[in-house]
């Protein structure tokens, strides 16, 4: 069981200056990781030269997608902006990959939308098309993370990564595309135990992307009010929000035990938290730094 590593998905900024302000206090804070998602929309970076920036204006922090959508590239020019990417962050690169999930980016974006089968064959695809551009040019590649739900980003990532990337989420059934619901506890049991199937005896860090943080004396309170947010007839009842991997409500002290169990019980050490969570989130990163 590994210790605990914590890391920042933030989202994007205004300028420069707004930026490296976020990574420096993102760094100040004591995280480990600054990660930029890979999304359309105003306001959202682009991931490379974001994560370029961050590297540049920090010293501590490892820089990551979480995750490049890799069916909205062509491979030989995402190969040429990851290899310059690791070159110009000084080995401080970890890569996030994902096969897309979102079909009105793809729609935005003028791209095809197929079947989540043929999109996990291109991330397929696209990965060893990445270790032949780093191979040739004498590059190491970073550390590869693989994000999903599915039975086959999960085997993929089981086979390839050396972090596997759980956001417990799933497509709603009968729901447009990118309409999503958590997974409860047990479903998360059976995600990681059919991941572990699939791995053959490799043991990849295991990373846990928390939806919600709120800092609460009154848990069953909080995931009510969340839970009422929602809106939706058919999602967790209390007990089991109270109980997802994803969320976490409590004071400091009941988040860090949380963490602490769902690492004894998942082999979730690699915590990353949303932008908005950043200053919520610290005294918990305090706290359970080095652990």
Known sequence: MGKFKFGVNLWGAENRENWVTKCRRVEALGYD?????????????????ALTMAASVTRR?????????VPFYNFALFARDVVTTAKMTGDRLDLGLG?????????????????AKERIEYLAKGLDHLREHFAAEGVTSPPLLLAGNSDGVLSL???????????????????????????????MDERVAFFRSQANG?????????????????????AESWREELKDQDSLDVDAVLETPQLL???????????????????????????PMLE?????VKELSGQ
Request: charged share 25%; hydrophobic share 35%; no cysteine.
């Open 61 to 69: 922090p490892r820089v990551g997608t979480l995750v490049s959508n």
């Open 280 to 284: 919520t989130f610290a005294p918990v």
């Open 249 to 275: 409500f409590g004071t400091t002290d009941e988040m860090v035990r949380q963490l602490q169990e769902r690492r004894e019980r998942y082999g979730f050490s690699y915590i990353t938290v949303f932008e």
């Open 99 to 115: 096969s897309g999930h979102m079909k009105s980016e793809f729609d935005d974006a003028g791209l095809p939308w197929t079947p």
């Open 202 to 222: 490799r043991d990849p860090e295991l990373n846990m992307l928390v939806q919600r943080v709120v800092v609460t004396e009154d848990r069953r309170a909080a």
């Open 157 to 187: 990532a089981a086979r390839e990564a050396d972090i596997a990337g759980f956001a417990g989420l799933r497509q709603a059934p009968g729901k447009p595309p990118g309409t999503f619901r958590l997974d409860d506890a047990e479903r």
């Open 33 to 49: 990781v600054i990660s930029v998602p890979d999304h359309l929309g105003s306001g959202r970076n682009a991931p490379f030269p």
